[in-house]
Structures are given as C-alpha cells and as structure tokens.
C-alpha cells in the first residue's frame, strides 16, 4: 500500500481522556501501515468555565512516537480559518476529524471548508455522537452545519449511523464498532491488581469506570447495590472515575442506605498507567447507562477479558451479547440488581471463553479497512 499522508483533527496529548486515547491508537494504527500521520489537537479545547472536571491535562508521559500539533482553538474563528489553511497546504491523502459534541461544530465544520475547497481531499468524521447525551439548545443547528462540511462518515453504533441520516441521507456512511482499547497494558492476575489498589483480596469487586455524569446511571448501580443480601456475599462496588456532575446525590445513597464500608470511591481522574490495575481487579465491569451510543470502556473491558453487565440502551447491546460475554438488562434498579445476583451464582471464568471470541471482532485492522472503504465510496 503507498504510504499516504493522513491528518486527523481532535483530542490528543496533553489532553486526556477516552478521546485522546482513541486518536492516538488509530494514528499508530496507521503508522504500522506505513503511513504518516500528522494530530492537529487543541491548545484550547474548552474555556475552563465550561469544562466540568478538575483539569483537562493528562499527568502522563507523552506517548512515543506521534506526531501531535497543539494548535486549535475552539472558540477563536480566526484560529480556524489559519488551522483550514494549515492543513490544506499539507495537501493530505485523507482528513479524519473525530466529532463527539455539537459544540465543537462551528469550529469543526468550519476547519472542513476551508481544507476542501476546490481540492478532492477524501474528508470524513468518525462519529461518538451526532445527538449528545445531555441535549441543548441549538445541538441541531450546530450539528448540521458540520454534517454538510463533511464528505463522508464513520459511526460507531448503529443508534448514531440513524441518528446521522436524519441530518444527511445522500453522503456515504458506514458501521464500524469501537476497536479495543488495547494500549492500557495487559492481564494479570486478580489477587496482584487487587494489592495494587491497597484492597483486600478476600472480596470480589464490581467496578464501575470513567467520567461520571448523570446519564451513566451510576444512581441506578448504588440502589441495586444497597440490597443488604449483597453484605453477605463478600462483594464491594469500585467507582473509578471523576465527577462531572454533583457528587452529593451519589453519595446521599451511600450515606443513607449505610454502604460506606461496600463501595470504595476513588474520584480522581484514573490516569492511563493505573487503568489495568482496576480492570484486573475487577470480578465483573457494569455499565449502568440511562442513555448511550456506544462506550470504551466496554473495549477496555473487553481487552482486559473481563464479563460485562451493561443496559439495553442504545448500541451497547449490539456489542454485549447477552449471555455470552455477559448480561444486558433494563435500565432500572431491578435489572441491575438481578444481573448482579445471577453473575454472583456463576462458576468462575464462565463467560471467558465467550470474550475471547468476541473481542476478535473489534480489532483496529477492521476499523482501518472501514475507512478505506468509505474512502473508496467517496472518491467513485
């Protein structure tokens, strides 16, 4: 295959996050294809005011290897017009703009003008959501006007491959699951990653993981966990994420329902060196989610071959099949509950065996051939 010189244009170090972990893995990705890859990331992604977490800085080391721009600004439209020229004096054989909230649209969309005009530059978006999670006035408007600055997409659950032919049913779009997160480190053994953690290895642990926000139920998680029948099984809850909400609801269901002791809370932003630690401690991964897409945590879940419990909401079902790799439940306080109980009466490793076949569908190889045919699609 030529080498091709490919920009993609999000979230990358120092940023942290699932976003800039997913375009840093896709550019190493191609860079093992031989190709050069060039991240125009942001030097100022959200004005402080409106970021909900503690720092939008990772405390990690840069990762080796790529090629990271700091250059965009979100809310400067001189910025965009000089990023546009930028990248289209680079003259690349192909533009990914990895898109996820309709606030970063006016700055997005209009970064994708200025590169495609008069030029055949292939120019598609890899979608998390076209509809966020938490809507807002204008998310339409907004979200429309980078659609039509598009040429192509890429969506990663099928709720947001129909969520995008409500704004545009004409460009080609393709289906592509989330590839495994696979870049956090490897599996070891339970009892090991349990000390590392400073916990006490005569329990087993749920673990509920990443930014917490209103819509990931984690509510939902802490009612069906306060059933007292739970004290009896040597079994405690893993919270590890940070806040992005109000943390004081949360912690009124501990309180109240006397949990202190069963729910370990740990709510600082969980840094890439530290992710295996809790995904190897972990018994069983539950997503709770009152609405979705689709989640990389279910890839580190995935990579880390851990079973899953996660709701019937939005595409999380297309790529948790039920019984096989884990359970997939109502999203209320009863479907959670049961879930729990009925992976409590399970032997050991059931569901392994099952994830290992699975996870062989989400590789990175997959999703780089997803692109390349949508490519193809745009330029015939």
């Excluded at 992604?45 to 720092?55: A, C, E, H, R, V």
């Excluded at 979200?143 to 049913?169: E, H, P, Q």
């Excluded at 590839?179 to 090991?192: K, S, T, V």
Aim: glycine residues 6%; charged residues 25%; positive net charge.
């Amino acid at each position: 295959m030529a080498e091709k010189r490919i920009v993609i244009i999000g979230q990358a170090y120092p940023l942290r996050g699932g976003l800039a972990a997913y375009n840093e893995r896709l550019a190493k990705a191609f860079i093992e294809q031989g190709h050069e890859v060039i991240i125009e990331s942001f030097k100022l992604q959200y004005p402080s005011f409106l970021f909900p977490g503690k720092t939008q800085y990772s405390t990690d080391p840069a990762p080796e290897g790529l090629n990271i721009n700091t250059s965009i600004n979100s809310i400067n439209p001189f910025n965009w017009i000089k990023i546009g020229r930028k990248v289209r004096r680079m003259n690349p054989d192909l533009v990914i703009i990895k898109f996820w909230l309709p606030f970063m649209a006016p700055c997005f969309g209009t970064i994708a003008r200025i590169i495609k005009w008069r030029r055949k530059t292939p120019l598609i978006s890899i979608i998390d959501n076209i509809i966020p999670h938490e809507k807002r006035a204008f998310d339409r408007i907004l979200a429309n006007y980078f659609v039509k600055g598009m040429k192509g997409f890429i969506a990663m659950s099928r709720s947001v491959l129909n969520d995008l032919n409500t704004f545009d049913k004409n460009k080609p779009k393709l289906f592509s699951p989330h590839p495994l997160y696979d870049h956090y480190g490897e599996r070891q053994a339970r009892n090991d990653a349990i000390k590392k953690l400073g916990l006490d290895t005569g329990f087993r642990y749920l673990l509920f993981f990443g930014f917490i926000r209103d819509y990931k139920g984690l509510d939902l998680l802490l009612k069906a966990f306060a059933d007292t029948r739970f004290n009896e099984k040597k079994l405690k809850l893993i919270v590890a994420g940070e806040f992005y909400t109000d943390p004081a609801p949360y912690q009124k269901i501990i309180d109240d329902n006397h949990m202190q002791g069963q729910v370990i809370m740990d709510n600082d932003f969980i840094p890439d060196s530290k992710v295996a630690d809790y995904f190897n401690a972990a018994d069983v991964v539950v997503q709770p989610y009152k609405s979705a897409t689709q989640s990389g945590v279910t890839q580190i879940a995935y990579h880390f071959e851990k079973p899953m419990i996660v709701t019937n909401v939005g595409g999380l079902s297309e790529i948790i099949p039920d019984g096989k790799v884990g359970y997939v439940v109502d999203p209320d306080i009863e479907g959670v509950k049961s879930a729990i109980k009925k992976f409590l009466e399970l032997p050991e490793n059931y569901f392994l065996e099952g994830i290992k076949t699975e996870k062989e569908k989400y590789s990175w190889n997959k999703m780089l051939t997803t692109i390349d045919n949508l490519v193809d699609q745009i330029e015939n």
